[in-house]
Protein backbone atom coordinates (compact mmCIF):
# COMPACT_ATOMS: atom_id res chain seq x y z
CA UNK A 1 0.00 0.00 0.00
CA UNK A 2 2.75 2.32 0.22
CA UNK A 3 4.37 1.85 -2.84
CA UNK A 4 0.54 3.23 -3.90
CA UNK A 5 0.39 6.18 -2.17
CA UNK A 6 4.35 6.89 -3.23
CA UNK A 7 3.70 6.64 -6.75
CA UNK A 8 0.20 8.71 -5.93
CA UNK A 9 2.41 11.22 -4.68
CA UNK A 10 4.96 12.18 -7.27
CA UNK A 11 2.39 11.67 -10.33
CA UNK A 12 -0.61 14.32 -8.91
CA UNK A 13 1.12 17.42 -9.90
CA UNK A 14 2.31 15.70 -13.53
CA UNK A 15 -1.48 14.98 -14.29
CA UNK A 16 -2.45 18.68 -13.44
CA UNK A 17 0.04 20.06 -15.56
CA UNK A 18 -1.25 17.43 -18.42
CA UNK A 19 -4.83 18.11 -18.03
CA UNK A 20 -4.25 21.97 -17.93
CA UNK A 21 -2.03 21.76 -20.96
CA UNK A 22 -4.50 19.13 -22.99
CA UNK A 23 -7.81 18.83 -21.33
CA UNK A 24 -9.75 17.03 -18.11
CA UNK A 25 -10.55 14.01 -20.52
CA UNK A 26 -7.28 13.65 -22.22
CA UNK A 27 -5.53 13.85 -18.59
CA UNK A 28 -8.36 11.28 -17.07
CA UNK A 29 -8.11 8.86 -20.31
CA UNK A 30 -3.91 8.46 -19.93
CA UNK A 31 -4.34 7.96 -16.08
CA UNK A 32 -6.86 5.06 -16.35
CA UNK A 33 -5.36 3.31 -19.17
CA UNK A 34 -2.12 3.65 -17.35
CA UNK A 35 -3.69 2.69 -14.60
CA UNK A 36 -5.31 -0.73 -16.29
CA UNK A 37 -2.04 -1.75 -17.81
CA UNK A 38 0.26 -1.75 -14.94
CA UNK A 39 -2.77 -2.98 -12.76
CA UNK A 40 -3.55 -6.29 -15.36
CA UNK A 41 0.65 -6.73 -15.53
CA UNK A 42 0.40 -7.04 -12.00
CA UNK A 43 -0.73 -9.86 -11.76
CA UNK A 44 1.81 -11.35 -13.68
CA UNK A 45 4.67 -10.42 -11.45
CA UNK A 46 7.02 -12.87 -11.38
CA UNK A 47 9.01 -12.23 -7.77
CA UNK A 48 7.70 -9.72 -4.90
CA UNK A 49 10.02 -6.96 -6.01
CA UNK A 50 8.40 -6.53 -8.98
CA UNK A 51 5.13 -6.52 -7.53
CA UNK A 52 6.07 -3.37 -6.11
CA UNK A 53 7.66 -1.92 -8.85
CA UNK A 54 4.24 -2.53 -10.81
CA UNK A 55 1.99 -1.52 -8.02
CA UNK A 56 3.59 1.51 -7.56
CA UNK A 57 2.96 2.48 -11.14
CA UNK A 58 -0.24 1.94 -10.52
CA UNK A 59 -0.01 4.11 -8.17
CA UNK A 60 1.15 6.69 -10.70
CA UNK A 61 -1.96 6.40 -12.60
CA UNK A 62 -4.03 6.57 -9.49
CA UNK A 63 -3.10 10.06 -9.27
CA UNK A 64 -5.02 11.44 -12.28
CA UNK A 65 -8.12 10.01 -10.96
CA UNK A 66 -8.79 13.28 -9.19
CA UNK A 67 -9.29 14.87 -12.77
CA UNK A 68 -12.81 12.64 -13.16
CA UNK A 69 -14.13 14.76 -10.04
CA UNK A 70 -12.80 17.88 -11.42
CA UNK A 71 -14.98 17.32 -14.90
CA UNK A 72 -17.96 16.18 -13.01
CA UNK A 73 -18.30 19.36 -10.78
CA UNK A 74 -17.91 21.70 -13.56
CA UNK A 75 -21.25 20.20 -15.20
CA UNK A 76 -23.18 20.27 -11.94
CA UNK A 77 -25.73 23.69 -11.08
CA UNK A 78 -24.32 25.24 -7.85
CA UNK A 79 -27.50 24.52 -5.47
CA UNK A 80 -26.74 20.59 -6.07
CA UNK A 81 -22.98 20.55 -6.50
CA UNK A 82 -22.26 19.52 -2.61
CA UNK A 83 -24.84 16.50 -2.99
CA UNK A 84 -23.47 15.64 -5.79
CA UNK A 85 -19.68 15.11 -4.95
CA UNK A 86 -20.75 13.55 -1.87
CA UNK A 87 -23.29 10.94 -3.51
CA UNK A 88 -19.75 9.53 -5.44
CA UNK A 89 -18.71 8.33 -1.84
CA UNK A 90 -21.58 5.82 -2.24
CA UNK A 91 -19.95 4.02 -5.72
CA UNK A 92 -16.73 4.09 -3.55
CA UNK A 93 -18.79 2.65 -0.78
CA UNK A 94 -19.90 0.06 -3.15
CA UNK A 95 -16.81 -0.71 -5.21
CA UNK A 96 -15.39 -1.64 -1.86
CA UNK A 97 -18.09 -3.66 -0.67
CA UNK A 98 -17.92 -5.50 -4.08
CA UNK A 99 -13.78 -5.94 -3.71
CA UNK A 100 -14.62 -8.00 -0.37
CA UNK A 101 -17.33 -9.81 -2.32
CA UNK A 102 -14.82 -11.05 -4.73
CA UNK A 103 -11.83 -11.40 -2.47
CA UNK A 104 -14.03 -14.14 -0.40
CA UNK A 105 -15.12 -16.48 -3.49
CA UNK A 106 -11.35 -15.63 -5.84
CA UNK A 107 -8.94 -16.17 -2.92
CA UNK A 108 -9.44 -19.16 -1.44
CA UNK A 109 -9.64 -20.88 -4.48
CA UNK A 110 -8.13 -18.72 -7.82
CA UNK A 111 -5.54 -16.83 -5.83
CA UNK A 112 -4.54 -13.28 -5.39
CA UNK A 113 -3.32 -13.13 -9.10
CA UNK A 114 -7.16 -13.84 -10.40
CA UNK A 115 -8.01 -11.55 -7.83
CA UNK A 116 -6.13 -8.31 -9.33
CA UNK A 117 -7.38 -9.16 -13.00
CA UNK A 118 -11.15 -9.14 -11.86
CA UNK A 119 -10.43 -6.19 -10.15
CA UNK A 120 -9.05 -4.56 -13.07
CA UNK A 121 -12.29 -5.53 -15.33
CA UNK A 122 -14.58 -2.35 -13.85
CA UNK A 123 -11.73 0.04 -14.79
CA UNK A 124 -11.74 -1.60 -18.33
CA UNK A 125 -15.07 -0.71 -18.48
CA UNK A 126 -14.68 2.81 -17.84
CA UNK A 127 -11.62 2.97 -20.19
CA UNK A 128 -14.08 1.99 -22.85
CA UNK A 129 -17.10 4.30 -21.95
CA UNK A 130 -14.45 7.75 -21.19
CA UNK A 131 -14.32 8.03 -25.12
CA UNK A 132 -18.10 8.91 -24.29
CA UNK A 133 -17.39 12.14 -21.61
CA UNK A 134 -17.44 15.45 -22.90
CA UNK A 135 -14.51 17.95 -22.80
CA UNK A 136 -14.48 20.77 -20.19
CA UNK A 137 -16.53 23.27 -21.53
CA UNK A 138 -14.55 25.78 -19.59
CA UNK A 139 -11.10 24.02 -20.36
CA UNK A 140 -12.53 24.59 -24.05
CA UNK A 141 -13.09 28.18 -22.95
CA UNK A 142 -9.84 29.15 -22.21
CA UNK A 143 -8.00 27.52 -24.72
CA UNK A 144 -9.73 29.57 -27.48
CA UNK A 145 -11.92 27.22 -28.70
CA UNK A 146 -15.12 28.86 -28.61
CA UNK A 147 -16.85 26.60 -31.00
CA UNK A 148 -16.20 23.17 -29.41
CA UNK A 149 -17.19 24.61 -26.24
CA UNK A 150 -20.77 25.42 -27.27
CA UNK A 151 -21.20 22.33 -28.97
CA UNK A 152 -20.47 20.79 -25.60
CA UNK A 153 -22.89 22.51 -23.85
CA UNK A 154 -25.64 21.91 -26.57
CA UNK A 155 -24.92 18.36 -26.55
CA UNK A 156 -25.61 18.22 -22.40
CA UNK A 157 -28.25 19.92 -23.27
CA UNK A 158 -30.11 17.80 -25.46
CA UNK A 159 -29.01 14.76 -24.02
CA UNK A 160 -30.51 16.23 -20.50
CA UNK A 161 -33.66 17.39 -22.48
CA UNK A 162 -33.43 20.74 -21.41
CA UNK A 163 -33.15 24.36 -23.29
CA UNK A 164 -29.80 26.15 -23.39
CA UNK A 165 -28.99 28.39 -21.16
CA UNK A 166 -29.98 31.89 -21.75
CA UNK A 167 -26.61 34.08 -22.49
CA UNK A 168 -24.05 34.50 -24.65
CA UNK A 169 -20.46 32.44 -24.60
CA UNK A 170 -17.69 34.91 -24.14
CA UNK A 171 -14.72 34.20 -25.87
CA UNK A 172 -11.68 33.77 -23.19
CA UNK A 173 -8.25 32.84 -23.26
CA UNK A 174 -5.83 31.73 -20.37
CA UNK A 175 -2.05 31.70 -21.58
CA UNK A 176 -0.85 31.41 -17.85
CA UNK A 177 -2.44 27.95 -16.93
CA UNK A 178 -1.34 28.87 -12.93
CA UNK A 179 1.66 27.66 -11.11
CA UNK A 180 2.16 25.82 -7.48
CA UNK A 181 3.34 28.76 -5.84
CA UNK A 182 0.27 30.85 -6.91
CA UNK A 183 -1.18 28.31 -4.11
CA UNK A 184 0.95 30.55 -1.33
CA UNK A 185 -0.18 34.22 -2.64
CA UNK A 186 -1.52 35.76 0.47
CA UNK A 187 -5.23 35.84 -0.58
CA UNK A 188 -4.91 31.56 -0.70
CA UNK A 189 -2.07 30.98 1.79
CA UNK A 190 -4.48 30.37 4.41
CA UNK A 191 -7.51 28.34 2.26
CA UNK A 192 -4.21 25.88 0.61
CA UNK A 193 -2.83 24.88 4.29
CA UNK A 194 -6.10 24.32 5.70
CA UNK A 195 -7.33 22.30 2.51
CA UNK A 196 -4.13 19.76 2.35
CA UNK A 197 -3.93 19.12 6.48
CA UNK A 198 -7.88 18.26 5.94
CA UNK A 199 -7.09 16.30 3.18
CA UNK A 200 -3.76 14.82 5.07
CA UNK A 201 -5.87 14.26 8.17
CA UNK A 202 -8.74 12.15 5.93
CA UNK A 203 -6.52 9.89 4.48
CA UNK A 204 -4.24 9.14 7.67
CA UNK A 205 -7.62 8.63 9.75
CA UNK A 206 -9.13 6.42 6.35
CA UNK A 207 -6.26 4.12 5.79
CA UNK A 208 -4.65 3.82 9.08
CA UNK A 209 -8.41 2.24 10.40
CA UNK A 210 -8.07 -0.07 7.95
CA UNK A 211 -4.52 -0.98 7.94
CA UNK A 212 -5.82 -1.54 11.64
CA UNK A 213 -8.54 -4.20 11.24
CA UNK A 214 -5.91 -6.64 9.70
CA UNK A 215 -4.17 -5.93 12.93
CA UNK A 216 -7.21 -6.86 15.17
CA UNK A 217 -7.85 -9.46 12.77
CA UNK A 218 -4.98 -11.29 13.74
CA UNK A 219 -4.90 -10.04 16.98
CA UNK A 220 -8.17 -12.39 17.76
CA UNK A 221 -9.87 -11.26 20.89
CA UNK A 222 -6.78 -9.98 22.60
CA UNK A 223 -7.23 -5.88 22.74
CA UNK A 224 -4.62 -4.36 24.16
CA UNK A 225 -0.41 -5.46 24.41
CA UNK A 226 -0.38 -5.99 28.11
CA UNK A 227 -3.10 -9.29 27.61
CA UNK A 228 -1.18 -10.17 24.58
CA UNK A 229 2.11 -10.28 26.09
CA UNK A 230 0.55 -13.13 28.41
CA UNK A 231 -0.57 -15.32 26.38
CA UNK A 232 1.95 -14.99 23.34
CA UNK A 233 4.57 -17.34 22.49
CA UNK A 234 7.90 -16.30 20.39
CA UNK A 235 7.79 -17.80 17.13
CA UNK A 236 9.55 -16.72 13.76
CA UNK A 237 7.84 -17.23 11.03
CA UNK A 238 8.03 -15.31 7.49
CA UNK A 239 5.00 -16.86 6.19
CA UNK A 240 1.96 -14.96 5.15
CA UNK A 241 -1.42 -15.25 7.27
CA UNK A 242 -4.30 -15.16 4.97
CA UNK A 243 -7.75 -13.78 6.12
CA UNK A 244 -10.37 -16.08 6.60
CA UNK A 245 -14.05 -15.86 5.14
CA UNK A 246 -14.85 -15.13 8.71
CA UNK A 247 -12.41 -12.42 8.10
CA UNK A 248 -13.93 -11.05 5.26
CA UNK A 249 -17.04 -11.03 6.47
CA UNK A 250 -16.16 -8.80 9.07
CA UNK A 251 -15.12 -6.42 6.56
CA UNK A 252 -17.96 -6.23 4.29
CA UNK A 253 -19.89 -5.45 7.39
CA UNK A 254 -17.66 -2.32 8.70
CA UNK A 255 -17.58 -1.57 4.88
CA UNK A 256 -21.47 -1.69 4.31
CA UNK A 257 -21.26 1.01 7.74
CA UNK A 258 -20.62 3.27 5.27
CA UNK A 259 -23.79 3.98 3.57
CA UNK A 260 -25.56 4.97 6.93
CA UNK A 261 -22.88 7.42 7.40
CA UNK A 262 -23.29 8.94 3.86
CA UNK A 263 -27.02 8.77 3.92
CA UNK A 264 -26.77 10.87 7.45
CA UNK A 265 -24.30 13.50 5.83
CA UNK A 266 -26.41 14.20 2.56
CA UNK A 267 -29.60 14.90 5.28
CA UNK A 268 -27.70 17.55 7.13
CA UNK A 269 -24.79 19.01 4.59
CA UNK A 270 -27.88 21.68 3.72
CA UNK A 271 -29.47 22.11 6.64
CA UNK A 272 -26.12 23.14 8.84
CA UNK A 273 -23.43 23.45 5.80
CA UNK A 274 -20.67 22.11 4.44
CA UNK A 275 -17.93 23.21 7.19
CA UNK A 276 -20.18 22.38 10.15
CA UNK A 277 -21.04 19.15 8.42
CA UNK A 278 -17.17 18.21 8.12
CA UNK A 279 -16.52 19.10 11.66
CA UNK A 280 -19.25 16.86 12.70
CA UNK A 281 -17.84 14.12 10.92
CA UNK A 282 -14.38 14.57 12.13
CA UNK A 283 -15.62 14.83 15.64
CA UNK A 284 -17.98 11.42 15.54
CA UNK A 285 -14.64 9.49 13.56
CA UNK A 286 -12.44 10.70 16.58
CA UNK A 287 -14.65 9.27 19.40
CA UNK A 288 -15.45 6.02 18.09
CA UNK A 289 -11.94 5.56 16.80
CA UNK A 290 -11.16 6.38 20.84
CA UNK A 291 -13.74 3.65 21.66
CA UNK A 292 -11.21 0.89 20.05
CA UNK A 293 -9.30 1.70 23.07
CA UNK A 294 -12.12 -0.23 25.33
CA UNK A 295 -11.56 -3.82 26.07
CA UNK A 296 -14.63 -5.28 24.35
CA UNK A 297 -12.93 -8.38 22.46
CA UNK A 298 -13.22 -8.60 18.62
Request: charged share 15%.
Amino acid sequence: MLVVFIGMMSSSSLWGNVSDQYGRKTGLKISVFWTLYYGILSAFAPVYSWILVLRGLVGFGIGGVPQSVTLYAEFLPMKARAKCILLIEIFWAIGTVFEVLLAIFVMPTLGWRWLLILSALPLMIFAIMCFWLPESARYDVLSGNQEKALATLKRIATENGAPMPLGKLILSRQEDRGKIRDLFTPQFRCTTLLLWFIWFSNAFSYYGLVLLTTELFQAGDACSISSRRKTAKPKCSLSCEFLTVEDYTDLLWTTLSEFPGVLVTLWIIDRLGRKKTMAICFFVFSFCALLLFLCVGR
